[in-house]
């Protein structure tokens, strides 16, 4: 069973996501049907009363992405690392009321070196290779229903930049014939949050959910729902 460690409020404990796009993610001509699913480990070291660190890496997955552009779809395993970095600081507290500020960087690095698909009726192979990164600051409020027990809700504003290169592949009898495209886009878009979390001596959980907005430049947002537990001894 999973230990988390603690020295001075720093702990370690696991975590999982999964984040789906609304809709296809359509931008300079290319089409994605998005989501990924991540498993790993979060860091935290708490400072005094107010301040609060945190880092989260992990492996991500999706065994069947789909992707379209210059009139080839392609589909296939896609797999990479999940990185976030991230401050919060609580301003303001009041009985059960805890006002705070969040600045939070993520990265996910996604890699698809064997994708298949077609173009024009004609058998094609291909590899992608997509970054997606973010920059969200936050203000939020947790209030707590009960003595065990946590609610919380943030909004704020994503800088958010997704940049992808992605190639098609035909042979046969001789004949050979390339379809590529690359995107570079960058956007701003508005982020909310809710979580529900509890607070007991043995064991917590906080699960969350998100809606990240990218219709600066797609008519689409990325829902992501995440879930962390911490076991004490």
Known sequence: MFKP???D????????????????????????????????????????DSITISSKLGYGQNNDQKTSFASANLSGKVTGSYFNIGGKYEFYKKNDFIFFSSIEHSRRNLDAPNLIGKRNNLDLTGIADTTISSEDLKVGITFKPAKKLSFQLTAGMSN??????AKGYYVSSGLSATASKSINTKGS??????MVSTNKDNHNFALSLSDRSLRSKTNTSIITGELNYEFHF
């Open 5 to 7: 460690l603690y020295a």
């Open 189 to 194: 878009d508005p982020i909310i949050q809710t």
């Open 9 to 48: 409020e720093f702990r370690i404990t696991p975590f999982v996501l999964y984040e789906e796009a609304t809709q296809n993610i359509v931008i300079d001509g290319v089409s994605t049907q998005y989501a990924l699913g991540v498993a790993g480990v979060k860091l935290r070291k708490k400072y005094g």
């Open 160 to 165: 958010w930049h997704i940049k992808s290169d």
